[in-house]
Every structure is written in C-alpha cells, then in structure tokens.
C-alpha cells in the first residue's frame, strides 16, 4: 500500500493519532518557524492542515498533498482564507515553473516521501535564487542508544503510516544543492530537528 493510501484511510484519525506530539510540541515549533514568513509559500506535504493558522495574512499560500482524504481536512481548515491553494500533487513532481517561491515549507513530510532527495531537488527549483526552505523534520539520531530505538521502530512506523524513521535528513538537504543556514535540534536529543536552507 502506498503512502497516499495510509494517509486517504487515516486521514478522518490522523489529528487524534497525531495529539500526543502535537500539543508539547509541533503546535509551538510550528509557531515560531512560520509566524515571520511573508511573500509566496509552497507547503509541500499541507497534510491536514494544521500549518494554515500560523501563516501571516501577507502570505500567498500554495499547499501540495498526495493524499486526497488529508487534503480534504486541509480545505476545511482553509475555508475563508482567500490566501490559501490546495492542490493534488505529487512531491517528486512539482507542476511548477522554476523560481516560483519565496519560501517552501515542510514538516514533518520528508520521512513520508518515496525518494526525498527526488523531491527536494525540485524544491529548490521551484525556489527563488533568494528563497529558504524551512524544514521542520525528524530524522535518525547521532545517539547511538536513540538511532538503535529508531532503528527496531521504524518497520512499524513503516508499515501504519509509511513514515522513515532513519532517514539522514539534513545529508539529503546538502545532496540536494541547498546550503545550510541553520540546524536547531528540537527535541529528543537530535532526532526532530529545525532546519533553513538556501538554494
């Protein structure tokens, strides 16, 4: 079954399922990662929505998703909000023009994808040369004892939400042709992560 498949069945749950890192945690990251952005935003990866309140009124917001039945959550949520796109698509695949973004965002999305690097390549295509991409991500820890725990739970995790636990997120964002700007370990030791980038 394909990731979009988990997503469209546990799209009704996906909040609930979600709630325990949601509210000490992604809730205020979320906050404080988008509350400054201005200019036109490409979320790749809108899942539910739950992005949408934390974007200033001067955003124009484009969000992509593979996963009908999370996207249908996210129209809710951007009901009203004159400002909001949501669009059926896929990541690895973007269906726009080069330089068309001043940022894109993703959180907790890049686990998700069948070929992250794919998909972040044509992120910063889609990238204005003076853009950033704000990644908000979990990835495998440089914990030995944390990437071993990552390591026996990532089947699992696998096989309910086609979710990586030990994917090298930031070595990805490098390979991509991106330059760092910032690395801000988040929780869990190094595990969720806050990560700007440059193309």
């Keep these: 079954m394909s990731a979009a498949s988990k997503y469209n069945r546990i799209a009704p749950i996906y909040e609930f399922i ?3 890192l949601e509210l000490p945690y992604f ?3 979320r906050k404080e990662a988008l509350s400054g952005l201005s200019g036109r935003v490409l979320e790749v990866g809108i899942g539910t929505g739950r992005n949408l309140k934390h974007y200033p009124l001067n955003c124009s917001v484009t ?3 593979n996963s009908k039945g999370m996207l249908e959550k996210a129209g809710e949520k951007a009901k009203g909000k004159k400002n ?3 669009l059926l698509m896929d990541a690895e695949h973007l269906e726009f023009p080069d330089n068309s ?3 894109v965002v993703t959180t907790f ?3 998700t994808i069948r070929d992250p690097l794919k998909a972040l390549k044509e992120m910063r295509r889609v990238l204005k040369p003076s853009g950033e991409l704000i990644a908000l991500e979990h990835m495998h820890s440089s914990d030995p004892f944390i990437a071993r ?3 026996i739970i990532n089947p699992f995790m696998f096989f309910l939400l086609g979710d990586h ?5 930031v070595k990805d964002i490098k390979e991509a042709g991106f330059t760092i700007q910032e690395i801000k370990n988040l929780a869990f030791r190094d595990v969720f992560r806050k990560i700007r980038a440059k193309p």
Excluded at 165 to 169: A, D, F, K, V
Aim: contains cysteine; charged residues 30%; negative net charge.
């Design 165 to 169: 636990m030990t994917r090298h997120t």
């Design 84 to 86: 909001v796109t949501l």
């Design 101 to 103: 973004f001043d940022y």
């Design 109 to 111: 999305v890049l686990c």
């Design 149 to 151: 725990l990552e390591d």
């Design 18 to 20: 979600d709630l325990p």
């Design 63 to 65: 969000g992509i998703d």
């Design 27 to 29: 809730r205020k990251w």
